[in-house]
């Protein structure tokens, strides 16, 4: 199965206001994100069949959501999610455009199948680079150390050079 669907799926299905999914849908979903072997399995489909029908599950699901409150999906490192997962994201981000629906997706600079997707259907993107050193030193400085600390100018350096300008490995 998409490996998104597999992270995604529970987690949205435990939401409350996902009661406004169809039972047809919640089984359709279980088919991707339960994995024991039970003799009434759609095994006997095709891929692209089950494939459209996971499809048409999810959109449900994410509907009966956001029919209720607004939803903000944050998804991070989408440069390792498989061609599916990432056709499907892409699909989810453009139809969410006229629901209380908002994806936040990131991903490493290079290629990858969601950037591929997007690129087809026209998608906005933002490509953000790395922080240079002077900010990356404020930002450490402004989190990490007290008042009247002062780090050895080694480990700055250390730091800045792993976190390649990436805020989040500071």
């Known amino acids: 199965p998409p490996s998104l669907l597999v992270v995604i799926v529970p987690q949205l299905r435990e939401m409350p206001v996902a009661l406004g999914c169809s039972p047809e849908s919640f089984a359709w979903l279980k088919v991707v994100t339960e994995f024991e072997?039970?003799?009434?399995?759609?095994?006997?489909?095709?891929?692209?069949?089950?494939?459209?029908?996971?499809?048409?599950?999810?959109?449900?699901?994410?509907?009966?959501?956001?029919?209720?409150?607004?939803?903000?999906i944050l998804i991070e490192d989408?440069?390792?999610?498989?061609?599916?997962?990432?056709?499907?994201?892409?699909?989810?981000?453009?139809?969410?455009?006229t629901r209380h629906l908002f994806f936040v997706l990131n991903q490493r600079s290079g290629n990858s199948a969601v950037l591929d997707y997007a690129?087809?259907?026209?998608?906005?993107?933002?490509?953000?680079?790395?922080?240079?050193?002077?900010?990356?030193?404020?930002?450490?400085?402004?989190?990490?150390?007290?008042p009247g600390d002062e780090p050895h100018p080694e480990f700055i350096e250390w730091l800045l050079g792993g976190a390649e300008g990436n805020p989040f490995f500071l």
């Open 37 to 72: 072997q039970r003799p009434d399995d759609h095994l006997q489909i095709d891929s692209d069949t089950l494939f459209q029908n996971v499809r048409a599950a999810l959109f449900d699901l994410l509907d009966s959501l956001a029919e209720e409150r607004c939803l903000v």
């Open 78 to 97: 989408v440069q390792w999610l498989d061609n599916a997962s990432a056709r499907i994201l892409v699909r989810m981000v453009e139809w969410c455009a």
């Open 119 to 146: 690129e087809k259907v026209c998608l906005d993107t933002l490509t953000l680079g790395p922080l240079q050193n002077v900010a990356s030193t404020a930002l450490l400085q402004s989190v990490a150390l007290q």
